[in-house]
């Protein structure tokens, strides 16, 4: 087994390399839950707010990332303001780093267009506490700046001026927006969250607890040519038809070889008996 | 950082008490409040968003849920009594953790005990897995096997920490206990992951337990069990992830049996007949459920609207 | 008598928590609001000592398990190493902090991260067997959904993404849900059993 182990980890990695290396480039169809999740933020009004929490770990920024650089450009580009935070001590830096690099590609400022709150620990009474007040969560910025002393900072009191949030996450934060700033303060929210994650919110779609859902690469890739900007999510969709496809071929192989063993055992038992 | 250390470390000292109402009461106190609103608040948010005087009116299926659901586990607490609450039917993964730890024991090979990067203290699952690892901890002690538990959260790592040394006792082994076994190792997700494979890859346990809340590190931590050539056996609520373990241990505990396991490892009989309580709540919820598809299907009568605005 | 106070604790805590959701006074709300600011401050107060822990732990198997020694001192040189340039440049854009952040942290863990593509091929392999006919059907929707969910499968077979939208959005939903109110009825219970007193496994097992 360990020899086969070996094979399989090796063909994986030949295939993802193969597929970045020559990029095939194959179509991706659009699916109605990005077109409404970009139809959600195309719909705010210039000057309003959307809170992006930064809900995940450096490791899946691979995934993570394109998303979230998706749905900060499509903000900047039509006006809405951005206010910044991170539920995961690990999305701090990550989250600074990506705001403040569309930011700057696209000439946002800092303090009147977008603002980054950082991290507070203890995610459930960080979201239950900015339904009441912001700055009693966060009283400083990223930077150390009081909160009060930056134009955005001053609009934004509790989640009544705040239009949508948005998180990205890797995991189950979104099950908490929802179960706090939904159930309690009737916040809209929307998930971007990778693509394993995709079926655990489903229910709170249907229930419309959730706004909406973006999921993965796929998402990225859906949303980049929402926005008819192509990036990092179109090219991780080739290595990822690559790494399906891989694991498909292996699943059907693993059955066929068990099912070549099992008559092999059932043929040598009846010449036994 | 360091003075502040030094003083949280001197007043744990002085109070202990204080230092365990900190480290985990509090904080289970008050999640297990919040923990009523949301388990609720996911099925009910009424409509007719209405707060008159001092009570929320539109929060009103919420308190009829938690009055009902404490209803049916004071009524199967009251029978139980009477002795008339049926046996719990086995679970394999319950079954196999003896022969796990008998494994382990032959071998002189430790066990690793894992409650997932998902929990923390609040969660039910982790308050479940925690008496599922005094149970182990007993029979490991009472076999004289090492168990291991590196943990993510600091309050899980204390807590842990309590539940191992009492088990030894229980087992009449306190010295078998050792502290630095037991311990917090990363809040970050994959570090956690990474210091886990490595304590397996190094360790080479017989057995490696993963009860609790996991997320992406599920099947990495699995599967390294798997090459370790380790029993794995695992239960979560992580909906995803229970589809790794099922491909990749060789026992799962599916959601809601980790809480049963729980009930039946404590012998306690409280948590068998909330067991009980849970079962007849999912008969009202499965009359709901057919009552509103019914009603939609046939008078296209929508009931959703008290779950959304 | 410690445990009596701790259990009480709990459930003073536990039952104002559940009764304020209900309430609108604006004492119950300030009082909810201060819980809120007591819970950050006790998380920290446990990181600090799980920090603690962490320090002591490795610089004892500095002094002792020499197989280790190696692990411990990159963990506690990491650590101090972060500590300082977090406290002495900062975490702008630029710093030191936020480069050692980008070029080394975050690659490691993406490293760890993409094992899981390497593991799900070898679990894929290894476990996904058709057995019996559920398996089988389950073996079949896995291949349908894993193909249906990437460029590839549209390519080949265009009927595959809807299909494999069903598969997700149908039974898969389904069962997922029925699951999810086991679970869900299971925290109720637990919640209320801390509230009553009957629950205890947070005092660590007595």
């Known amino acids: 087994m360990i020899k086969t182990r070996r094979w399989i980890f090796a063909a994986m990695a030949l295939a993802v390399t193969t597929a970045l290396v020559f990029r095939p480039g194959l179509p991706v169809s659009i699916t109605p839950e990005t077109r409404h999740v970009f139809g959600v933020i195309d719909s705010l009004a210039p000057g309003s707010v959307v809170m992006i929490s930064f809900d995940h770990e450096a490791s899946s920024l691979p995934e993570i990332g394109p998303l979230g650089s998706a749905i900060v450009e499509h903000c900047f580009r039509r006006g809405v303001d951005i206010v910044g935070l991170a539920l995961f001590s690990e999305g701090t830096a990550a989250g600074y780093d990506l705001l403040s690099r569309r930011a700057s590609v696209l000439g946002r400022v800092y303090g009147s267009d977008w603002i980054y709150l950082g991290f507070r620990p203890q995610y459930t009474a960080a979201i239950l506490g900015m339904g009441e007040s912001i700055a009693g969560v966060f009283s400083a910025d990223y930077k150390g700046q009081p909160l009060g002393s930056t134009a955005l900072g001053k609009r934004v009191r509790d989640y009544r001026d705040i239009a949508l949030v948005v998180s990205l996450a890797d995991g189950s934060m979104p099950t908490y927006w929802v179960e706090y700033a939904q159930a309690r303060y009737h916040e809209r929210i929307i998930a971007a969250v990778t693509a394993v994650m995709v079926t655990s919110y489903v229910p709170y779609i249907e229930s419309r607890q959730l706004e909406g859902i973006v999921a993965g690469l796929k998402g990225a890739a859906e949303y980049e040519q929402l926005l008819g900007h192509p990036g990092a999510g179109m090219r991780g969709m080739d290595a990822q038809s690559a790494a399906h496809g891989l694991i498909a071929i292996l699943i059907v192989a693993g059955n066929w070889q068990a099912w070549r063993l099992r008559r092999k055992r059932r043929t040598m038992e009846g010449a036994s008996s | ?309 | ?206």
């Open chain 2, 1 to 309: 950082m360091i003075r502040d250390g030094r003083r949280a470390r001197q007043t744990a000292r002085r109070y202990p008490m204080l230092s365990r109402l900190s480290a985990s009461v509090i904080p289970v106190a008050v999640m297990a409040g919040c923990g009523l609103m949301p388990a609720l608040a996911q099925s009910a948010e009424s409509a007719l968003a209405k707060e008159t005087g001092w009570f929320q009116a539109a929060r009103l299926p919420e308190l009829l849920g938690i009055a009902l659901s404490a209803l049916a586990i004071w009524a199967a607490i009251r029978l139980d009594r009477r002795g008339r609450i049926p046996k719990l039917r086995s679970l394999p993964g319950l079954d196999a953790i003896s022969d796990a730890l008998g494994r382990a024991t032959e071998q002189g090979a430790p066990v690793v005990y894992v409650t997932g990067w998902g929990g923390d203290m609040g969660r039910p699952t982790t308050m479940a897995s925690m008496t599922i690892l005094s149970d182990v901890a007993r029979r490991a002690a009472e076999y004289n096997c090492r168990l291991l538990f590196p943990s993510h959260d600091p309050v899980v790592a204390s807590v842990a920490q309590e539940t191992v040394a009492q088990a030894a006792v229980a087992a009449g082994r306190p010295d078998w206990y050792r502290a630095d076994d037991v311990t917090f190792v990363s809040q970050s997700q994959l570090g956690y992951a990474a210091a886990v494979d490595g304590l397996m890859v190094r360790e080479h346990p017989g057995a490696v337990f993963l009860l609790g809340t996991f997320e992406g590190e599920a099947l990495i931590l699995a599967e390294t069990a798997h090459q370790t050539g380790a029993v794995t056996i695992a239960g979560t609520d992580s909906t995803i992830q229970l589809s790794f373990f099922l491909v990749a241990c060789d026992y799962t505990l599916i959601g809601e049996e980790l809480f049963a396991a729980s009930g039946m490892v404590s012998r306690d009989h409280t948590a068998i007949a909330s067991v009980q309580a849970q079962d007849w709540l999912k008969y009202v919820v499965i009359v709901f459920l057919l009552v509103g598809a019914g009603l939609l299907a046939t008078m296209h009568f929508d009931l959703s609207w008290w779950i959304a605005r």
């Open chain 3, 1 to 206: 008598m410690k445990d009596r106070l701790a259990i009480l604790t709990a459930s003073g805590f536990g039952s104002f928590m559940a009764v304020q959701y209900f309430l609108t006074a604006p004492v119950a709300n300030a009082a909810y609001r201060a819980i809120l600011g007591w819970i950050q401050i006790v998380f920290a107060v446990a990181l600090v000592a799980g920090v603690i822990s962490v320090v002591r732990l490795h610089l004892k198997q500095l002094g002792r398990r020499r197989n280790q020694r190696v692990y411990s001192a990159t963990l506690l040189g990491g650590a101090a190493l972060m500590t300082i340039l977090g406290f002495a440049g900062g975490v702008e854009q630029g710093s030191p902090f936020l480069w050692i952040f980008e070029h080394w942290q975050a690659p490691m863990q993406s490293t760890v991260f993409s094992l899981l593509a390497f593991y799900v091929a070898s679990a894929a392999y290894r476990g996904f067997r058709a057995r019996s006919a559920e398996s089988a059907a389950l073996v079949v929707a896995a291949l349908i959904v894993l193909l249906g969910r990437v460029p590839i499968g549209e390519w080949l077979l265009p009927f595959l993404p809807s299909s494999a939208d069903w598969i997700l959005n149908v039974p898969a939903l389904a069962a997922k849900r029925a699951v999810l109110i086991g679970i869900g009825l299971g925290m109720v219970a637990t919640s209320l059993k801390v509230i009553a007193g009957i629950e205890r496994s947070y005092l660590g097992g007595r």
